[in-house]
């Protein structure tokens, strides 16, 4: 249980730090300062990311120890796991507000800074923190109000939450795969590429261009900001519905690559 416990967290962790990757993006955009925000973001990614290493070693565990102990289904622990990466995202949507806030002035401190480092020690001051009460904002009406009127990119936002769906099932889909077909575990739980290489190739090509395009738009004038608004927010909601479709793919998908490799 303890195993089950720290995969939860882990994974509400990952799916917060890559859905606020989109606020700190959009800071940066109403900062005037794109490439400082990508920057930002980068070390908001690393933290998923080591999450991440971390959290496949307790997966595998988890597998292992099921096959061990047959009054112990792995299907339901993958679901909740699922269900922790829906929580994570919830939190950032909740969070989005603030972060974007914040994330304008980080950039702006990294520029005055020069470095990671210099941003640290200015951040750590006592006086930096007084007015950290007007950058605390709370999702509102008026945001779901901008987000349900306006155009927003549909077929990018279709195509998101498709990629997140994926990308969320992809591992675990291996994992269980492995635990349906004991005698190819190794080569099953390797083959999560087969899922999510369709999606990365999509998230390059597609995804990421459209967005890069958008900013770009938007810090000439052509696009206004409240427009990037409603299209990072819809992202987000587009995120939020690819964790719940992939509680619909986990066994589909694991019979396919059971079918691929064995």
């Known amino acids: 249980m303890l195993v089950l416990t720290c995969t939860l967290l882990f994974t509400m962790v990952i799916h917060t730090a890559d859905s606020l990757s989109y606020a700190l993006r959009l800071g940066g955009l109403r900062a005037r300062r794109i490439g400082l925000a990508v920057t930002v973001a980068g070390m908001l990614l690393l933290v998923s990311r080591t999450s991440n290493m971390i959290q496949g070693p307790m997966l595998g565990s988890m597998a292992d120890q099921a ?68 950058y605390v904002k709370r999702p509102d009406r008026a945001m779901a109000h901008s987000l349900l009127h306006g155009s927003f990119p549909k077929r990018l936002v279709l195509l998101n939450l498709v990629v997140t769906a994926v990308y969320t099932v992809g591992v675990l889909s291996a994992v269980y795969a492995s635990y349906l077909w004991p005698e190819h575990a190794t080569s099953m739980s390797m083959s999560s590429g087969l899922i999510n290489g369709g999606a990365t190739i999509l998230l390059t090509l597609l995804i990421d261009p459209r967005l890069a395009l958008l900013s770009e738009r938007a810090v000439r004038g052509d696009l206004r900001l409240a427009g990037m608004n409603r299209i990072y927010g819809w992202m987000l909601v587009s995120r939020l519905g690819g964790t719940l479709l992939a509680q619909l793919l986990l066994v589909p998908f694991a019979y396919w690559i059971g079918w691929m490799i064995g």
């Open 67 to 134: 096959k061990l102990i047959a009054q112990e289904p792995l299907e339901w622990k993958l679901h909740a796991i699922l269900a922790a990466a829906t929580a994570g995202t919830l939190l950032a949507i909740l969070l989005f507000p603030a972060m974007v806030r914040i994330s304008a002035r980080l950039v702006v401190h990294l520029e005055a800074a020069g470095s990671v480092g210099g941003m640290v020690r200015r951040l750590v001051q006592q006086a930096r923190w007084r007015h950290i009460g007007y």
